[in-house]
Each structure stands twice: as structure tokens, then as C-alpha cells.
């Protein structure tokens, strides 16, 4: 069975950093579309960025300097590294992923994790 498993969340003070890894079985992560989404209380989840199989990253405004998407390819693992946290950081973060889609829809995530929680303190 095909899974998601995210990693690394946790609690850290304004300004701090986590990094947030998720594990996928073959060919569930790599080499095509995944991304890390994020839902905060009482708000509608979000994108906060995507990579696709030929290599494109998007991210969010809101997070365009402060975090850095990447995935391994012999681990099958996709990270997020997010610097410089604030509080509207605060959210549960998923990954998702669309296998066997090489360029990314936005409707086309059909795997998804459990979710990690990131809580940053001011």
C-alpha cells in the first residue's frame, strides 16, 4: 500500500528553523509532482510549494525566501527546509503527491500523509 509518512515537526521560537521530511514508497514521491501543504486553524489548507518531475519549484508568497523544497531521489523522501519561522507559520504540514504526473495539477494530489504539526512560538 502506497504511503506518506512526514517526519521533523515540532514546536520553535520566532525565528528559528525546521526541517520536515516525508517518505513515500517507489515511484510515490519520485519522480514526479509532490508538494507540502499546510493547514492552520480555522483556515483553508494551502499550497506551500511543489516541485515537478522536470524540476520546477513553486512556493507560496509567503514562505518565497525562508523555506527551500527538495527530494531525494535513491531515498524517495521529499523535504522542506523553513528558516526564519514566524507564528502564521503555525499549522499542521502535509506532503502530497501526484503519481505518474510529471508537470503538477492542482486538483491532481491523490496521496497524502498524516500530517506533522509546526507550532512557532513569538
Known amino acids: 500500500q502506497v504511503q506518506l509518512v512526514e517526519s521533523g515537526g515540532g514546536s520553535v521560537q520566532a525565528g528559528g528553523s525546521l526541517r520536515l521530511s516525508c517518505a513515500g514508497s517507489?515511484?510515490?514521491?519520485?519522480?514526479?509532482?509532490a508538494a507540502w501543504f499546510r493547514q492552520a486553524p480555522g483556515k483553508e489548507r494551502e499550497e506551500v510549494a511543489r516541485i515537478g518531475g522536470d524540476g520546477r519549484i513553486i512556493y507560496a508568497d509567503s514562505v518565497k525566501g525562508r523555506f527551500t523544497i527538495s527530494r531525494d531521489r535513491t531515498k524517495n523522501t521529499l523535504d522542506l527546509q523553513m528558516n526564519s519561522l514566524n507564528p502564521e507559520d503555525t499549522a499542521i504540514y502535509y506532503c502530497?503527491?501526484?503519481?505518474?504526473?510529471?508537470?503538477?495539477?492542482?486538483?491532481?494530489?491523490?496521496?497524502w500523509g498524516q500530517g506533522t504539526q509546526v507550532t512557532v512560538s513569538s
Open positions: 517507489r515511484y510515490a514521491l519520485t519522480p514526479y509532482c
Open positions: 502530497a503527491a501526484q503519481p505518474g504526473a510529471w508537470r503538477c495539477s492542482p486538483t491532481g494530489y491523490t496521496l
